[in-house]
């Protein structure tokens, strides 16, 4: 008989041990390394079984076992001062402490992070691939950094999915549900110790209702929305069932209840907490951006006009990109938004919804425009809402930069004003045990925070090369013993009986040259691009002296059955029995499968069609591990790919036959393999050690150690967008100047803000360059001569200080298309009989050659983080 439900009884803990209760709760056992040898010392056979998993073990636990430890004094002592080290963790003042001093700006009293996935440890499985392993990382980070962060996103009942074999090499897909008791979680309750329950109205009369869930993650709440409650008529409590499952119409019910719901959950949460509001709100991608309108519904409520809420919305609002791809981004039916946006009758636009009172539907549908009428745009709604938005590489802002040019008509992709921060990897959880023990042994600190200096990465240079490549076969040899029992477990689910499974013991060899490709499975990517030539891949593979071992892993999108195809046709080359002792597929790829391939795999093999790859983290995590990347040049490897810390596999990213490209860079990849990086491997010394190897080894943490962090990429975060943020908010709440009429009270600058919008937004398509003249230049200009601009302008009602005129220099190509112009600020000397404005500017030639000039007209205004940000401008 199977059971209905399940769910799990906590063991009651002796006195002297009660301290194991907080230790497994907070999340920070999952990047804390003595934390888990703890756990494991109380029963080491179950901490395996449970594969360690500190709730589970305390509740499988023997209770005698229990009862034992409470008298073995030094486990006693030993539990105390893991107790006391995380109180202090969560107590003592870290980074962002000290950075109010520093910058004489206070930080932002609490930020806001949304995001739809999260994978913060493998025992809360609420992640499909990167972007959630990026916004785990990220939490896990700020935690460490001291940010006064609270996250928020949904809690899936079954995650996203547990993937395993047929015996011909399909996917298939299991849901089990998971067990919140048993998971690290409280519920979300009143002060009266009731559950929080947040309310969302939806069309015909309907009503979505959640329950909170709360991890704690070091020091950051994650908040995690729950619709599986009686509260909820049957078909609404599937809502939360599992992550990027279902239609669409299942898909807005998600994505309403993690903007709109996360928004209610974080009131609800700071207020019984007693913490301070969030100052910034930051989406991690486009999912939940109707977090934007709900936010301007409270304003709105507070009594401000739409404007005056949009404009201090904006102002403190970061929207993050993560995708290049156009299918990747996130687009509604525009009927669907209306349905649960508008009041279903005429009066819609003027009224707002049940689900949003006062906020007016055309203009929630204005957010989410795009070229095509009848969709509804999530990125575009990011874009609109946020005053500060970016990508995750360099490469990304760029390309982001391009693919949102729409959204800024009249400007050059450089000046749309989407900026990138690289992404980076949480380095207690990825890099494995023996280098953080090497990194405090050349610290001489417990404390890693020193991690974060170039400075201390340098140390690595006196590390003998011995013990750097005795590391590395070590983490080789562990990787080895995973892969085998995971094949194992795999052939058997298959369909293998014991006794064909003989060739397992010595399946994969802990010497031999181990490559890694492990990712999701969009077509982007390119599982399959190895297999282009799968002759050449198994003479590489069974090579008499320099033979390679790949290890791949991913999961398809269960929707998608052309990526379920590139599995099988890896997984059946990985059957066939000359080769299944060099090549494996193995199934259900998740963290902690992940984390032995980063630990392990000499080479991390990344080959996706650039510019597809916004940004890519697994490489990171292996170069943090002295893997060595062997990439196409794309996302993060674009980068900081320095010529000795890797290999770049060259791309064809100009072929237009997508065919032959693959040719070119699958050829490419085999030549690397053949010639590069082979030899280097199996080149040794008389210890048998391959020092050109290690030195790439060592290089590689040098050089990226430092770069990858995600600390680092909080810390830009926290500079460059949650500061600045922070500032623009306080700055729109200010009240005007005392006697600027409706401007002198709260808000005041965000109504004045909003009232310029308005007017420059309604003058603009009037704006008028009359005439441009130049003066001074002599008959043969020559490199420095001095060029004298003036412009007459029209300005529509706008006063000549409510904008900035430039003049545009810069080389002209061919079509006369000025090329990475130069704009110098022309001042305003005065009108003209006709009423025009006159600006003027003089500046010498910056170039030799063809030289071009424009005017333009551009917003301006002390509120606006830039030029470009309402896209208005007229030239010349
Ligand atoms: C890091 C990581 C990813 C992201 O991999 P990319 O190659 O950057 O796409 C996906 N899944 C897991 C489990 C990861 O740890």
Redesign the pocket.
Known sequence: MKALRRFTVRAHLPDRLTALEPLSVNLRWSWDKPTQDLFEAIDPQVWHQVDGDPVALLGQVAPARLEELAGDESFVERLGMLAEDLDTYLTRPLWYQGLADEQGVEPPKGIAYFSMEF?VAEVLPN?S??LG?LAGDHLKSASDLGLPLIAVGLYYRSGYFRQSLSADGWQHESYPALDPQGLPLRLLTDKAGAPVLIKLALPDDAQLNAQVWVAQVGRIPLLLLDSDIPENEHELRTVTDRLYGGDQEHRIKQEILAGIGGVRAIRAFTEIEGLPAPEVFHMNEGHAGFLGAERIRELIEAGLDFDTALAVVRASTVFTTHTPVAAGIDRFPAEMVERYFGTGSEEASVGGSRLLPGVPLERILAFGAEDDPSKFNMAHMGLRLAQRANGVSLLHGRVSREMFNELWPGFDPAEVPIGSITNG?HAPTWAAPHWIELGRELLGSEDLTQLREMESWSRLQKVDPGHLWWIRNQLRAELIEDVRARLRRSCLQRGASDAELGWIPTAFDPNVLTIGF???VPTY?RLTLMLRDPERLANLLLDDKRPIQLIVAGKSHPADEGGKALIQQIVRFADREDLRHRIAFLPD???SM?RKLYYGCDVWL?NPLRPL?A?????M?SALNGGLNLSIRDGWWDEWYDGENGWEIPTADGLADENRRDDLEAAALYDLLERAVTPKFYDRDEHGIPTRWVEMVRHTLQSLGPKVLASRMVRDYTQKYYLPAASALRAVIEPGLPDSGEYAMPFGSARELADYRRRAEQAWPRIEIADVDSYGLPDVPLLGSELTLTAQVYLAGLRPDEVVVQAVLGRVDGGDVLVDPATVPMIHTGTADSGNEIFTATTPLPFAGSVGYTVRVLPCHRLLAGPSELGLVTLA
């Open positions: 994978g992640y691939g990167g392993i990897v492990a990712r999701r990517k790829y998740d963290m992940a990344n790859e940004c890519g983290t697994s490489g995590k």
